[in-house]
């Protein structure tokens, strides 16, 4: 497992991993969303989203500005120094409890829920993610750079198994060692 590389993780080597991430990261969100249309997801129905606040012009201003009415984007808690720690674990087939390669794992950045992470544009989507990474061949995973104190909505997918989310699903606390280790998680194959 590489280390992460500035805040999002994006791994794989060159074009092809970088788009491979992107296909795995968009297979996510639109099973997400299937299974909230489909209510075998959690209800995340009538919770209240933040109110657009506006952004500031001068965080993109290449384009002149993020459009009118696009919510401002969340702050990320500092993800330096000792106020942070790693968590590691594993993402099982539920079936044949074998690890998973090139799953996904996303922390979200705290406050921010599954659903404003789907509903969010493709633009949008790197402010709102805290730090990720991708399993190994055996399916390990380890996340660094997590900011202590905080609680953290988390998604887990992987190509052709259906995506799970857990909202507010980890929190940080201040005491927890400088590396936690998780339970498995077990994800069902989409066939």
Known sequence: ???????????????????????????????????????????????????????????????????????????????????TLAIEGSILDARSQRGIPDALIVLLVPGVRPLEFVQAADYEKDALVASQAQTDTRGSYRVEGVARGYTYSVLIGAEGYMPMAFEDGFIAEMEDPPVRRMQPVHLKRTD
């Open 1 to 83: 497992m590489t280390k992460p590389r500035g805040r999002v993780m994006w791994a794989g080597a060159g074009i092809v991993g970088c788009f491979g991430m992107i296909f795995i990261l968009v297979v996510i969100v639109l099973g997400f969303v299937a299974l909230s249309y489909l209510n075998q997801g959690p209800d995340l129905e009538g919770q209240p989203l933040p109110q657009p606040t506006g952004v500031d012009p001068q965080e993109f201003p290449e384009a002149g500005g993020a459009p009118p009415g696009a919510p401002a984007p969340s702050p990320v808690p500092d993800a330096t120094g000792t106020g």
